[in-house]
C-alpha cells in the first residue's frame, strides 16, 4: 500500500492537473507490480512498480530500446531512482486468456503463428554483443535450480551417488550442443501470458532479462508452454512452420528439419529443468503458490523427450527414480 501511494503521488506531478483513478493490473513473479490509471476522458497508461531496493529498471529500459522492431510497450514517464514507470496501455487480454475464450484449435494455431512471426522479426534483428552472453554458467545455473529446489524441496529428497553421476551425466550430454546454436536475441519468457492481443500485432511484454543465445529457446518457450498444452502434432506443425519461415528470412536454422528439431527438443529439457525448479523456488523460498500446480507439465515434457533419445537416457532414470514413469496431472500439488 505504501508503494502504491508513493506511485499515486508520482503520477499526481506527471499528470498535473489531471484526475484518474489507479487500478491494480498484475503482478509479475518477481518483485514488479503493474497498476492502470484511468483519466476521466476514458485514457488509459499502465504504470510499473519495481521497488528500487529489489530491482532496477535498467534493463527493462535497455531492452525496450533494443526491440522496437516488435510491439513492445513505449516508455512515456520513467523515475529510474524511484522505481517508476508509465507505459502505453496494450490492454488487458493475453493470448493465454484469448485461448481459453476461444478454445478451437484453428484459434490457437492463428494466434501462435503471429507469435511466431514476431518472433522472426525480432531474431531477424539479433546483433552479437549487445547483450548478455547465454552462456554455460547461466545455463548450468538455471538446471541447477532442479536438484536445488525441485529435488530438494518439492520432493523432500536428496540424490545419492548414482543419482548424482546420473545428473552430471545429464549436464554433461545436454548443455555442449546447446551452446553450439546459433546465436540471436532471446527474450527468455517468450509465452502467451507474455503476449497481448492487439489489432495488427501483438504486444510482447516481460524482455527484461534478455540474452543472446540459442535459436531455439523462444521456440520452445512458446509452444511448450508453463499454462496450456498442445498435442504433440499440433506442436510439431508449428515448429515446421517456424522453421520454413526461418530459413525464408535467412535465420541460421539447418536445412535439415529433423536436426532443427532435435535442436527444439533438447532446448526444452535445459528450460523444462530450469522452469521446474524455478516453480519451486516460488513456492518455498516467496511463498507464491500460483505455478507450482503447474510443475508436473513440464515433469511429463521432461519425461517424454529424455525417453525418446538414448544420450538423454541418464535423465529419464532420473526422473523414473524421482517421481516414476507415468503422466502426471496439472493443476494440483503433489
Known sequence: MQRQTELQKWLETVYPNRAFELSFAAADADFRRYFRA???????????????????????????????MVNVPQVLHVDEALGFMVL??????????????????????????????????????????????????????????????????????????KQRQLWQQTVDTLLPPLLAQPKVYVHRDYIVRNLMLQNGRPGVLDF??????????DLVSLLRDAFIEWEEEFVLDLVIRYWEKARAAGLPVPADFDEFYRWFEWMGVQRHLKVAGIFARLYYRDGKDKYRPEIP????????????????????????????????ETGFTF
Open 38 to 68: 484511468t483519466f476521466s476522458d476514458g485514457h488509459t497508461v499502465v504504470c510499473m512498480d519495481a521497488p528500487p531496493d529489489k530491482m532496477s529498471v535498467a534493463p527493462y529500459l535497455k531492452v525496450q530500446k533494443l526491440f522496437d
Open 297 to 328: 507439465r513440464f515433469l511429463n515434457y521432461l519425461r517424454r523427450v529424455s525417453r525418446r533419445y538414448i544420450d538423454l537416457a541418464p535423465l529419464y532414470a532420473l526422473l523414473v527414480e524421482s517421481v516414476g514413469d507415468e503422466d502426471l
Open 208 to 217: 527484461q532479462d534478455a540474452l543472446y543465445g540459442p535459436i531455439a529457446y
Open 88 to 161: 502505453n496501455d496494450l490492454g488487458s487480454t493475453t493470448f493465454l486468456t484469448a485461448m481459453q475464450q476461444e478454445t478451437s484449435e484453428s484459434a490457437h494455431k492463428a494466434l501462435l503463428l503471429e507469435a511466431i512471426d514476431e518472433l522472426v522479426e525480432l531474431q531477424k534483428a539479433s546483433r552479437p554483443e549487445v547483450l548478455p552472453e547465454y552462456d554455460h554458467a547461466v545455463m548450468l545455473r538455471e538446471i541447477n535450480l532442479f536438484p536445488e529446489w525441485f529435488v530438494a524441496k518439492e520432493l523432500g529428497k536428496t540424490l545419492n551417488f
